[in-house]
């Protein structure tokens, strides 16, 4: 059964850094770009950033674009997002979900739609 697991979440101080990891079971990991998303209270889901099945492509929303760092471990079946520079603004639910992807695409979207997602890790920031 495919699945995805977050952590890393937790409170930090405006400005600080966390990482966030994204652990993955039950599939071809190597198949699948992934997208982290994310959710704050009365806000719509927000797709913050994604990378392509090998690590060489990825893409970044404009909220984040230069704070943010996605990167995959496809032999630990893992993807990372390190985030820096945080403002109270990213406060919210971080969730990472995985997208199919035929064998000749290496890339990824933000306007896929994403399948199998983990069950969010909280993110506060706040002084």
């Known amino acids: 059964q495919l699945q995805l697991v977050e952590s890393g979440g937790g409170l930090v101080q405006p400005g600080g850094s966390l990482r966030l990891s994204c652990a993955a079971s039950?599939?071809?990991?190597?198949?699948?770009?992934i997208g982290w998303f994310r959710q704050a209270p009365g806000k719509e889901r927000e797709g913050i950033s994604c990378?392509?099945?090998?690590?060489?492509?990825?893409n970044y929303a404009d909220s984040v674009k230069g704070r943010f760092t996605i990167s995959r471990d496809n032999a630990k079946n893992t993807v990372y997002l390190q985030m820096s520079s945080l403002k109270p603004e990213d406060t919210a639910v971080y969730y990472c979900?995985?997208?199919?992807?035929?064998?000749?695409?290496?890339?990824?979207?933000?306007?896929?739609?994403?399948?199998?997602w983990g069950q969010g890790t909280q993110v506060t920031v706040s002084s």
């Open positions: 990378i392509g099945k090998n690590g060489w492509n990825t």
């Open positions: 979900a995985a997208y199919p992807v035929r064998s000749f695409v290496i890339g990824c979207s933000l306007l896929w739609k994403y399948v199998n």
């Open positions: 039950g599939f071809s990991f190597d198949s699948y770009a």
